[in-house]
């Protein structure tokens, strides 16, 4: 197993095909060590099992690095960008910056997943002409075939036990348009259509049906917010109107608002806007709150569907 990544960009994203700790530690340890050792803050989102490995491993020179349990900052993969890389990277000065970031670990489900693998593919835009460098490790053992495939296709450089290879496979673009597909309709949902007009009924639709559904007053707080967020974007910027609907689904409240507009940079929601501009923090906030964010867009519309948990 190697740590080495050759750098011809700025910006450098391999993943890592481990098998076991042993393999975990190979890859990982000696990465940010060097990092280390060559005056580059590092940082580690991963799971935190991973973490204490490295942690374990690093001894007294884990006081060095950032440590982020990627379970809890990166449960939803549409934060990770904003909340984890961007927060870590955009917090030092200049220099290159080393981060480990496992987004997609054996027990994510289904449905998270297409929002982990756009993750992958976004972090490329995310990051062109930057001096970072993330290392993106995947359970070759723990993760089914189709993971694997997708990251051959996300990351330009794979790093195994037999050494560093480009990715043959690498098309970021594509594996955004593949999993930019339909939603499945929602098991009896109530729905509620609004238009300019109606925004502080539509919020409190969604409020009293979270409500209804199990939301904590603290979460039906969140809910409030990102309805309020959604609904605004769908009057300015869908056609001036859209449909709401909202359902209980896996122990969950899922929320999702359709209208006609269509949402055309992919980064939106993922890219901080600069401090001082008005504006631009509608979907950001959205991703914050949530559990998870899903949405598809076509000619048909944007839909972006939001989870919460009940507590």
């Keep these: 197993m190697t740590s080495e990544v050759t750098v011809e ?16 530690v190979a890859g990982t340890v000696p990465f940010i060590l060097d990092g280390l050792d060559g005056g580059e803050p590092v940082a ?10 490295i942690q374990g491993e690093l001894g007294d020179r884990a006081s060095e690095v950032h440590f982020v349990d990627m379970t809890r900052a990166g449960r939803n993969p549409g934060r990770i960008i904003p909340g984890v890389l961007r927060a870590f990277a955009d917090s030092r000065g200049p ?6 970031g496992e987004p997609i670990w054996p027990g994510r489900t289904e449905v998270e997943y297409p929002a982990c693998v756009q993750h992958e593919a976004l972090i490329n835009a995310a990051f062109t002409g930057r001096d970072v460098t993330i290392l993106c490790p995947y359970d070759a ?3 089914d075939g189709h993971v694997l495939a997708d990251a051959l296709e996300t990351h330009p450089v794979v790093l195994d036990d037999s050494g560093e290879a480009v990715s043959a496979a690498y098309d970021p673009e594509q594996v955004i348009a593949r999993y930019n597909t339909a939603l499945s309709a929602p098991p009896r949902a109530a729905s509620y259509a609004f238009g300019s007009g109606g925004l502080p009924a539509v ?8 409500r209804r559904l199990g939301l904590t007053d603290m979460r039906s707080q969140d809910l409030a917010l990102a309805v309020a967020e ?8 869908g056609a001036g109107e859209g449909v709401l609907r909202i359902w209980a689904e896996g122990g969950q409240v899922v929320c999702e608002v359709h209208d006609g507009g269509r949402l055309t940079d992919p980064l939106a929601g993922r890219r901080p806007p ?6 631009g923090r509608g979907l950001l906030l959205v991703h ?16 972006i569907r939001f989870y919460l948990s009940s507590t």
């Design 288 to 303: 914050h709150l949530s559990d998870l964010v899903r949405f598809h867009t076509g000619d048909n519309g944007t839909t």
């Design 44 to 53: 580690v989102a991963a799971p935190p099992d991973r973490l204490e490995l």
């Design 274 to 279: 600069p401090p001082h501009q008005p504006g």
């Design 230 to 237: 959604l609904t605004t974007n769908s009057v300015v910027h």
């Design 9 to 24: 960009d700025p910006f450098v994203h391999p993943a890592l095909f481990y098998r076991g700790d042993r393999q975990y």
């Design 203 to 210: 919020r409190h639709f969604a409020v009293e049906q979270g």
């Design 95 to 100: 220099g290159r910056i080393r981060i480990i």
């Design 141 to 143: 053992d723990g993760l």
